[in-house]
């Protein structure tokens, strides 16, 4: 018996193509940052050579013709994974990306706010996600006057160094108990810690798999013990 919590396997022949069109619209993530990348639509032989190659490939409705992303940029994706809706109706593309995904030159293709960002209202939520998005936006393109440009070009050991400093900041704040100042000093820490994973290609959901592996479980697998 089909629980909700239970995968179901499909084929090409259980997806639904628009039965006018003949295509199916793809949504793409970046799998390493959970970033959003693009929308655009496949018919079935795209569907069907994205599974058999793991090249993202897609339908063009303008050209009236498939292509593969990457193709001519150079900006490929290599898919992880390829998910299908509750009602087989979209499919999900998780993908390493090379490069930035837009035509323009960004990250990802949803790049023009409609509605100003907030914090959100408890704990960290998606932020660290968010960071690390922009962080591997930022070091895809090298923008002009960037800070992520600017650490990333005097290397990985600056990068290091700056963990370190932020971290003494930390242990400082604590030390005199000044709540505010620790809380800019443990973002800052955050920051420059995604920065490196970044750097090395460790995502945060790889950090979330080993948190998750660990919880429940006293000491087998956990920090090491003070003292």
């Not at 295509?23 to 795209?46: E, F, H, K, N, W």
């Not at 409705?61 to 990457?70: A, C, D, F, I, P």
């Amino acid at each position: 018996m089909t629980t909700p919590n239970t995968p179901t396997h499909l084929n090409l022949d259980s997806l639904n193509f628009d039965p006018q069109t003949g295509l199916i619209p793809v949504v793409t993530q970046d799998a390493r940052s959970g970033a959003v990348l693009m929308q655009a639509y496949a018919d079935r032989a795209a569907v069907e050579r994205t599974l058999d190659t793991r090249e993202a490939t897609y339908y063009s409705r303008s050209r009236q013709e498939q292509w593969v992303k990457g193709a001519t940029s150079g900006h490929t994706q290599q898919v992880v994974d390829v998910q299908a809706d509750c009602d087989a109706d979209s499919l999900l593309y998780r993908v390493v990306q090379t490069g930035p995904a837009c035509h323009t030159g960004a990250y990802s293709c949803y790049h023009q706010p409609l509605m100003p960002a907030q914090a959100p209202q408890a704990g960290l939520d998606g932020t660290l996600d968010r960071v690390y998005a922009t962080i591997t936006e930022r070091l895809a393109t090298l923008p002009e006057n960037s800070y992520v440009a600017r650490l990333h070009a005097g290397g990985l050991d600056r990068v290091l160094k700056k963990i370190s400093e932020e971290s003494g900041e930390v242990l400082l704040a604590a030390k005199n108990h000044d709540r505010a100042e620790l809380a800019t000093e443990v973002a800052d820490l955050l920051f420059h810690t995604l920065f490196a994973m970044a750097e090395v290609g460790v995502s945060p959901a790889d950090v979330a798999a080993v948190l998750h592996e660990r919880e429940g479980k006293t000491g087998l697998k956990g920090p090491k013990e003070v003292g």
